[in-house]
């Protein structure tokens, strides 16, 4: 049995990092506050290791199942009976899995700020955030709860918020980070509403006896949310999309993922945890977690999934390959692989076998974690060299940065799919897993796998060939130790990783899974790879204007993807024209003038009136008189015939 | 312990301060007053608690009754549940605070801090009264203070505000009164007493004419739509400790009353009457927050933003599940804390940049970082971040609202929750705009917080976190009042 | 005889004054200052012995009769003419005629001694004259102002017509019943046309002195004209007394044609509670403003009045205008003291007035806010048991329109408040020296305010002396 | 000719006493407005005394007003004429027409 | 038709033709005179209800006191034969109509309504009668009234000295 206290520390060690140094880094800790960060963040990769190891290796397995464990739950707030918010641990093979991603990439990254934040005037609160996020996003992986996992979607939302608005006074980056919180937040709606649905219906937030009993088909609970129908589709459907647009908004999915390019406005470091390794892949998580019941109960909403990931894997992929500005290219890339391991979900099916596309998921978002987070990393010291993001003010710099140079070419080479590099491995299963299927995804994946060696090739040579560099910058060299053994580590890991028998530890019924190798199979990718990169090294080795007759001949697609297909154009209508103008402004004027208005005019009239009727006081006595007759006449009148 | 404490403690600060000499005692005098009704709605809450522990399931502790004009069948009968503990707390709160943030009142400080205290005195009475005639003695006796506070201290349009806010809320106590006495006579027996009322059956008839001028009637003073009109106005020309308190206090005087009165006394009216609640409900959650977005003063803002989170209470309390009604009053708790916080960080902005237009403010967080974090974090606690309050309570109130399992039910809360996007992003515009970008040119020279206003924002952040990160405590405290609130009712299922 | 003395002993009292005064007056000894000292010393014992050796009964056959509510009743008229004495202090040492004006005062006061006591149509008459005739006189104290003398002229003729009318309503009650015995009137009353007609004819005497709507247009010209202190016992002591024996009337001598008169009460209660607060929203000068401000209160009364519990309506009567006296005293104290000394009556001179005169202001506001019926002041009290009193009868309409229009009633007082605490001006109202009786007075009032309605035992002293 | 009785007295009193308020209503100068309410008190008189006569002649409570209200109408035109005379020394004038400050 | 019935409708013509000349006539004096026999028919009306002591009273303070006492006045304030202002016409017709309307209502409802007369015995207002109980105190004496009036008297003539007996010259 895991240890509760060993988990609660590994969550809460960096917690403790972002008070501490929230409330007091700036008065005590200047400059100790990163290595303070750092050491905390360190002992709870650690624990987070020895836990993995605990719980694959020395706990015993029951019929060849890995139990998920609740080691810790606390009812955190009590709603009707049976429903509440449980504040709990959950360890099971893909929490664990991702304790260990998360960990280790957010320890990878504090290491790597060290020396790319160094002298930062807020170098505390840097890493009081780095810390924050941290702890939200392991509180998130190992959430029992599916309200919990809602908590620290926002807090992890939140932090992320607070990381691209680093640099707050850049107003692009000002504006990043509001389009951020806001598009996940428009997301994070369908979520809540999903989780209000599934709540309802299951009568539970717990997360294992919500699966439990939206599975079996005997249970009460399954049979109402199946049979309570809106528009034709089961309020079951219904919740789970909804959950699911959640995920997809934090994950990045097309049509929600607007907001993680311009997230790039953030300090690299941060883009390489949350906007590449961690953070973005919570939607594929969450999905991950709702597995059997996406499955079993709801095919449908699985397959939604599977088409939203293949979509959003290929466009990203077309506008990964028009973009200037490195981060960007890397932002559409992980957007393109999230898509994938969102289809890889969305072709499983439960149980055994079928349940590939599952391990695949898991298995490419682990590699996933590893290389891109390495590109990341490179990107950053590429742009701490130079200065720039864009590739115009790039070329050349193999030479100047060598260690850099030698690991992102690892790097890319992984997401390309080649072999024997971490991607390789993970593509494979992915696309086996679509092949097995569905094959109008098992397309869509094979032409993004050849696009996507491709963009990746063409930054590659646009930043380490192309054209001669010229001198750049004030330092002279790569950042130092801080920067650079991340970069090794990660890209030990980018070259290792695909060798872990994935399936051994992490399936969708928590079985062991074996995993065979098609070299067959592999073939078709692999050289589809291949000349991708092939193509990119054609056009972007060396300095020649192939790239514009390309785009040139591609007119129209070049340019839309070059826009990004105008979808952001397209929010901006929305949100401006018509939310602003046609629904703001009205209600702001409606309350203006309307709602105060009648008030007012309550007012105003009262006054109006008494301003009217004042002639009766005319002064004259004898007019006085005459109303006195009168009224007394009409009293009379009223009382003797009318009124009796 | 003796709840008619909660009433002199502030009455005997009140008169203090009347003899005080000079400005310094004057305010010294409020804070301590101030602090020991803290100190006191603590002790109450933990004798409250102790009381419950110990298997006390009385409906309402520590009730006491003095004789008062028994020839109306009135008396000064005091009482206390959970909600009303929540809600003592909450004042208690904002009071320190709000005094705290109101140090630097030059202007007639005597009489500022007399009728702030007299309006604590106000909130305190009202919610411990278990008496409908000293319920809207003390109902009332709070809208002058708010009155001369707004037109003495404020700025801008003061007068008219002040104005304005004054006769609404009397328009909305007048019909309470109506209501009220409605009730009186229809009874077998005539009592103001809550208790008593309770336990006889009012009649369907009265119900369907005194429930709507009730609600209608508290709801004035929660800003229910249309008759919010006077809290942007009121709001945004009070002065901060004023803003504080109406907000923080008086807007939850109509929420407890719609509670404890209109919904308790009648269930069969609240029931008939729900769907309206609702409807009138989400009207406010949106408007009011599509209202905010095009706001440029912070204050309005904050105050718009008011109308939509206030409208969560009204919502929780119309949908007549145990749960949304606990939510209803959570939201209240949170609202009330969030917002007199939100106000006081605006009173310390302005008293620096001698502006409250977001558009002529920018990178405010080089020069006054505390004040700028307290910024976001009552922002992010505004638009529902968890681990702060404002989480906590919607998300009860929509699992509340859920529970109610009509399709009309199902829409307004989807509709409701849309909002919480629209929370986002009116809060982040005006948060990142003040906070972030660059410097504005003048501003290079502002000060951070004094002594007095970080111990008045840390109080409220407190407050704040503590049900952010720990609801329970608060849930346990609230959730069977709310049961036997709605024990008379019956939900269909 | 023995009898004669206790049952009658406020009207001999008080009687032995007025010729106290008379003779002072003859043989011109004293001045004004130590006079005047005099008479407060007399109209003060005079209060007080209204608390001793009270006695329940009838004289002269029933023409006059008396009970501690009665006594009571005489005796808060007593004390306000006290705090008149008190308040105006200022006014009357400066008066050439104090002594002759405290004996017309003092004789309206025992005709309204009698007229509360009254057994009989004709005594009620007489008694009704000798509270009219005397203040229409009193109207016209300020000699050498012409306003003066136009209020006392509107008066002395408006109210000459509406005895006219009232004789005629009397004369058609006793040609149907053949009484003007209160005792006897009710017995004798079937609710025929010809007794609604004289109803009305009654009811619109009664309407003029109270200043009910429509009958209401003398006062405001009278109150705004004549002398403060005239104002003040106009708008107080007449008034209390004849709402007193409307109550009492209605209850008792019309009490057959019950739903007549309530229906009449319901909807000139209601015209007189709107009219009132329009009119008082737009006044300029205080006096005028706190005229109309007492016809809406006039209104609330009505309400009070229209419960005809002999319990509930009579007690929340009596306990509203105790408290409406000090309040409505005081508000009059605050204007005199300030017009006595700037000749300013305006509300818009009052702006700033807090500045320098903090203590003159409060008393104001307190006002104020009772006549508005603002919690904790007295006003609330009785105005919210008017309205429970008025409410038993279950007319949520009128009830409902009766709050609605303490809201007017609320915006007109805010706006004195907001002149004299809110806005600015350049020159305000100097330092006021108070006199210090007018002080005393104005303390008396304020904590008079402040307590009544917090000390729930005097409601219940007056509701033990039913 | 029918032979007078109740009726025609109170015909009589009716008549007079809105000929008296005609006069209060129309006549400008305050004496005839004065003239006028001694009218009106007459005919309530007339009123009193017919009742007597011909109704309850049992006792004598109308003609016993009749004395008192023509006591009371001696007093109110005293202190009327008193005010009216001031008025004039004020106003130089009687018309009620110029008596209108004090209005709205 | 007897005598004594045309004397009745003499008076009483004389009375109204009087009284409505008292409130039309264009000359104030002559109003006051018109007003003069008006009180002096309604004295007679009293003669002829055998009510002297009334209508003796009615002479005495009618015609010697108040008449007078307004003939006074109108020579104080009045040049004798000076044409009276008119009044409006809107206003006289419409006082007209309003004094029509309600002499209308109240002749009918007099008209409609049963008095019942009473079974007692005739007192006589003899002027001995009217005395016994004038100054009685029980027994439907009317001493109390008598003193009341007495006071109002008494506040009258206080008032009236005060306020036309004014010494100083007006100042405004």
């Known amino acids: 049995?895991?240890?509760?206290?060993?988990?609660?520390?590994?969550?809460?060690?960096?917690?403790?990092?972002?008070?501490?140094?929230?409330i007091y880094g700036r008065k005590y800790f200047q400059n100790t506050s990163g290595i303070i960060g750092t050491t905390l963040m360190l002992i709870s990769t650690v624990l987070a290791l020895y836990t993995a190891y605990g719980y694959f290796f020395e706990y015993v397995k029951v019929d060849g199942v890995y139990q998920p464990l609740v080691p810790l739950k606390y009812t955190w707030l009590q709603f009707s009976d049976g429903v509440s918010i449980d504040m709990g641990i959950i360890i099971d093979p893909i929490s664990v899995m991702m304790l260990v991603v998360v960990t280790f990439i957010s320890l990878m990254v504090h290491i790597y700020s060290l020396g790319y934040m160094k002298g930062d005037e807020r170098f505390p609160t840097y890493y009081a955030f780095l810390g924050l996020f941290t702890f939200s996003m392991l509180g998130l992986v190992i959430s029992s709860n599916i309200f919990q996992i809602y908590i620290f979607w926002e807090l992890v939302g939140v932090s992320s918020f607070l990381l691209i608005g680093y640099y707050y006074d850049k107003p692009s980056a000002v504006a990043a980070c509001k389009k951020a919180f806001i598009v996940t937040r428009f997301a994070d709606v369908g979520f809540l509403i999903g989780i209000l649905i599934l709540s309802f219906y299951s009568r539970t937030l717990d997360f294992n006896t919500l699966i439990e009993r939206l599975t079996s088909a005997e249970s009460t609970e399954f049979k109402s949310a199946v049979a309570a129908s809106f528009m034709g589709i089961s309020a079951l459907t219904w919740g789970l999309v909804l959950v699911f647009i959640g995920g997809a908004g934090k994950s990045a999915m097309f049509p929600l993922h607007i907001w993680l390019p311009d997230a790039m406005e953030g300090p690299t470091p941060v883009s390489a945890l949350i906007h590449a390794a961690t953070m973005v892949v919570a939607g594929v998580f969450l999905v991950a977690r709702l597995f059997p019941v996406f499955a079993i109960s709801a095919p449908n909403a699985l397959s939604l999934v599977g088409y939203v990931g293949a979509i959003s894997a290929l466009i990203a992929a077309i506008i990964a390959c028009t973009q200037t500005d490195i981060k960007r290219v890397l932002a559409y890339s992980t957007m393109s692989q999230i898509g994938y391991m969102m289809f890889a979900l969305g072709v499983s099916k439960y149980g055994g076998e079928d349940g590939l596309g599952y391990t695949a998921s898991m298995f490419h978002l682990f590699t996933h974690a590893m290389f891109k987070a390495l590109l990341f990393l490179g990107a950053g010291a590429v742009i701490h060299y130079i200065h720039s993001n864009e590739m115009k003010d790039m070329g050349g710099l193999r030479k100047y940065l060598p260690i850099t140079h030698i690991t992102f070419l690892i790097a890319c080479l992984a997401i390309a799919g080649v072999p024997p590099f971490a991607g390789f491995f993970s593509k494979e299963e992915i696309l086996l897993a679509a092949y097995q299927n569905n094959t109008a995804v098992y397309w869509i994946a094979l032409i993004t796998s050849g696009l996507t060696a491709f963009y990746m090739f063409r930054l590659y040579f646009g930043i380490f060939w192309n054209k001669e560099a010229h001198a750049h910058g004030e330092h002279k060299n790569e950042g130092g130790f801080a920067m650079m053994i991340p970069l090794v580590l990660l890209a030990v890991g980018a070259s290792a990783a695909g060798f872990i028998p994935f399936g051994h530890f992490v399936s969708s019924d928590r079985t062991r899974l074996e995993t065979e190798f098609h070299l067959m199979f592999s073939i078709a990718p692999v050289a589809l790879g291949l000349a991708g990169i092939f193509i990119a090294m054609w056009m972007y080795k060396k300095q020649n204007d192939r790239p514009d007759k390309l785009a040139a001949s591609l007119n129209g697609l070049y340019k839309s993807a070059y826009h990004k297909f105008y979808i952001d154009e397209i929010y901006i209508f929305i949100t401006r024209k018509i939310i602003f103008n046609l629904i703001g402004k009205p209600a702001a004027w409606f309350d203006k003038n309307v709602v105060d208005g009648l008030m007012n005019a309550t007012g105003n009239s009262t006054k109006d009136i008494s301003e009217t009727i004042k002639g009766f006081q005319s002064g004259k006595v004898q007019s006085y008189a005459i109303y006195f007759l009168v009224s007394i006449i009409g009293l009379a009148l009223l009382f003797i015939y009318i009124w009796k | 312990m003796n709840l008619s404490l909660l009433i002199l403690l502030p009455l005997l600060t009140a008169i203090i301060i009347l003899l005080m000499r000079n400005a310094a005692q004057v305010k010294w005098v409020a804070l301590a007053g101030a602090a020991l009704q803290f100190v006191l709605a603590f002790v109450l809450l933990f004798t409250f608690r102790e009381q419950r522990a110990d298997g006390n399931t009385a409906q309402m502790l520590f009730e006491t009754t003095y004789n008062w004009f028994p020839s109306w069948g009135i008396s000064f009968h005091l009482g206390v549940d959970g909600i009303s503990v929540a809600m003592i707390l909450l004042t208690a709160f904002v009071v320190i605070a709000g005094v705290l943030v109101s140090w630097n009142v030059t202007k007639m400080t005597k009489e500022f801090f007399f009728l702030l205290i007299l309006l604590s005195l106000g909130a305190y009475g009202f919610f411990i009264s278990l008496d409908l005639f000293i319920l809207f003695f003390f109902l009332e006796i709070a809208v002058i203070p708010k009155y001369l506070l707004i037109g003495i201290w404020g700025s801008g349009k003061k007068e008219y505000s002040a104005n304005k806010l004054a006769l609404m809320l009397m328009g909305g106590s007048a019909l309470v009164l109506v209501g009220m006495l409605g009730i009186y006579f229809s009874g077998a027996e005539r009592s103001f007493d809550l208790m008593k009322l309770s336990q006889l059956n009012i009649s369907y008839q009265t119900q369907m004419i005194c429930f709507p001028l009730l609600f209608v009637g508290f709801g004035v003073f929660t800003a229910l739509f249309p008759f919010h009109t006077w809290v942007p106005d009121g709001h945004s020309s009070a002065p901060t400790a004023g803003s504080m308190f109406l907000a923080g206090i008086s807007m939850k005087l109509g929420g407890y009353g719609c509670l404890r009165v209109a919904t308790y006394l009648m269930p069969e009216g609240a029931q008939e009457y729900a769907t309206i609640i609702i409807v009138l409900s989400v009207i406010a959650i949106l408007y009011g927050a599509f209202a905010t977005m095009m706001q440029k003063d912070l204050k309005y803002i904050n105050a718009y933003s008011s109308v939509s989170h206030c409208g969560f209470v009204l919502l929780g309390i119309g949908m007549l599940t145990k749960t949304s009604m606990t939510g209803a009053v959570m939201q209240m708790v949170s609202h009330g804390l969030m917002t007199a916080l939100f106000f006081a960080v605006i009173g310390m902005i302005y008293e620096r940049t001698h502006t409250r237009q977001v558009s002529e403010m920018g990178g405010l967080l080089k020069r006054m970082p505390f004040i700028i974090s307290i910024l976001f974090i009552v922002g992010l606690c505004s638009l529902g971040l968890p681990g702060l309050s404002g989480f906590v309570a919607e998300m009860t109130v929509f699992v509340g609202s859920w529970e109610h399992p009509d399709t009309f039910s199902r829409v307004a809360t989807i509709l409701a929750c849309l909002s919480i996007v629209v929370t986002a992003v009116y809060i982040l515009r005006a948060v990142t705009k003040t906070a972030m970008g660059p410097l504005t040119t003048g501003f290079e020279n502002l000060s951070d917080a004094t002594w007095n206003e970080k111990l008045a924002a840390l109080i409220l952040v407190a407050g704040i976190i503590a049900i952010g990160i720990a609801p329970f405590w608060l849930n346990d405290l609230i959730r069977p009042g709310a049961e036997i609130i709605m024990q008379k009712i019956s939900i269909p299922k | 005889m023995n009898d004669f003395l206790t049952l009658m002993k406020p009207e001999l009292v008080l009687t032995g004054i007025i010729f106290l005064l008379l003779f002072v007056k003859l043989g011109k000894g004293i001045k004004n200052e130590p006079l005047l000292l005099i008479i407060q010393v007399l109209l003060l014992l005079n209060f007080l012995s209204g608390f001793f050796f009270n006695e329940e009964g009838t004289l002269f056959d029933g023409m006059y009769l008396t009970t501690n509510m009665i006594v009571l009743q005489k005796n808060i008229l007593n004390l306000s003419v006290y705090l008149i004495s008190l308040l105006f202090a200022g006014w009357f040492k400066k008066s050439e005629h104090m002594p002759e004006f405290f004996m017309l005062m003092l004789s309206a006061l025992l005709g309204m001694f009698f007229l509360i006591s009254s057994g009989n149509l004709l005594m009620f008459f007489l008694a009704l004259e000798l509270a009219t005739i005397p203040v229409a006189a009193m109207a016209n104290f300020d000699l050498d102002k012409k306003r003066s003398s136009e209020a006392a002229m509107k008066m002395i003729l408006s109210s000459a017509f509406s005895s006219g009318i009232l004789l005629f309503g009397i004369s058609l009650v006793y040609g149907a019943t053949g009484s003007i015995s209160f005792a006897e009137i009710p017995l004798l009353l079937y609710g025929t046309p010809l007794e609604i007609l004289a109803l009305v004819f009654l009811f619109g005497a009664f309407a003029f002195k109270l200043s009910i709507v429509p009958f209401h247009l003398w006062t405001a010209d009278v109150y705004e004209g004549a002398p403060m202190a005239t104002t003040s016992f106009l708008s107080v002591v007449s008034k209390g007394a004849v709402a007193f024996v409307f109550m009492a009337t209605l209850y008792k001598v019309f009490q057959p044609m019950e739903t007549v008169w309530y229906n009449m009460l319901m909807i000139l209660s209601i015209a007189t509670m709107i009219i009132g607060n329009l009119f008082a929203l737009r006044q300029q000068n205080i006096k005028r403003f706190l005229a109309f401000s007492s016809i809406a209160q006039v209104g609330f009364i009505m309400v009070g009045i229209s419960s005809s519990h002999p319990v509930e309506g009579v007690t929340s009567v009596v306990y509203f205008i105790l408290i409406y006296i000090f309040s409505n005293l005081a508000a009059f104290g605050v204007a005199a003291a300030i017009a006595s000394q700037t000749n300013k009556e305006e509300i818009d001179d009052y702006k700033g007035l807090y500045k320098t005169n903090p203590f003159l202001s409060w008393v104001l506001a307190l006002a104020l806010f009772s006549l508005a019926g603002i919690p904790p002041t007295a006003g609330f009290f009785g105005k919210l048991f008017l309205l429970t009193a008025g409410a038993s009868k279950g007319s949520y309409l009128f009830i409902t329109i009766t709050a609605l229009n303490m809201i007017i009633s609320l915006y007109y007082y805010l706006r004195v408040i907001r002149s004299v605490f809110m806005e600015k001006n350049e020159k305000p109202i100097e330092k006021i020296k108070i006199e210090p009786s007018a002080k005393l007075a104005l303390i008396i009032c304020g904590a008079a305010i402040v307590l009544i309605g917090l000390l729930s035992w005097i409601y219940d002293y007056i509701q033990s002396l039913i | 000719m029918i032979e007078p009785g109740l009726y025609h007295m109170l015909f009589l009193s009716a008549a007079l006493f809105f000929i008296g308020v005609y006069g209060f209503f129309t006549r400008r100068n305050l004496v005839t407005m004065l003239m006028s309410i001694e009218l009106i008190l007459n005919s309530v008189n007339l009123n009193f005394i017919a009742f007597n006569k011909y109704l309850w002649y049992d006792k004598l409570d109308g003609l016993f007003f009749t004395i008192f209200i023509i006591a009371i109408a001696a007093a109110e035109a005293a202190v009327a004429i008193a005010i009216i005379i001031n008025l004039y020394r004020s106003h130089k004038s009687i018309d009620v027409e110029n008596a209108e400050e004090l209005k709205y | 038709m007897s005598g004594s019935t045309i004397i009745f409708y003499l008076l009483a013509a004389l009375t109204l033709v009087s009284g409505l000349l008292a409130v039309t006539t264009g000359m104030i004096f002559r109003a006051a005179i018109y007003l003069l026999f008006s009180l002096i028919g309604i004295a007679g009306i009293y003669f002829w209800l055998q009510y002297e002591f009334i209508a003796a009273v009615q002479i005495i303070v009618y015609v010697g006191g108040i008449v007078v006492l307004i003939i006074f006045s109108i020579f104080l304030t009045q040049q004798a034969g000076e044409e009276l202002p008119k009044q409006k016409m809107g206003r006289q017709i419409f006082s007209a109509l309003a004094a029509f309307c309600g002499l209308a209502l109240v002749l009918v409802q007099l008209v409609q309504h049963e008095f019942v007369i009473t079974n007692g015995k005739r007192i006589e207002p003899t002027v001995a009668n009217i005395g016994n109980q004038m100054l009685g105190v029980s027994d439907g004496g009317y001493a109390l009234p008598f003193e009341v009036v007495s006071i109002l008297l008494l506040a009258a003539l206080i008032g009236c000295i005060v306020i036309a007996l004014k010494s100083k010259p007006e100042t405004e």
């Open chain 1, 1 to 22: 049995m895991p240890n509760a206290t060993l988990i609660l520390l590994i969550i809460l060690l960096p917690l403790a990092g972002f008070v501490m140094l929230g």
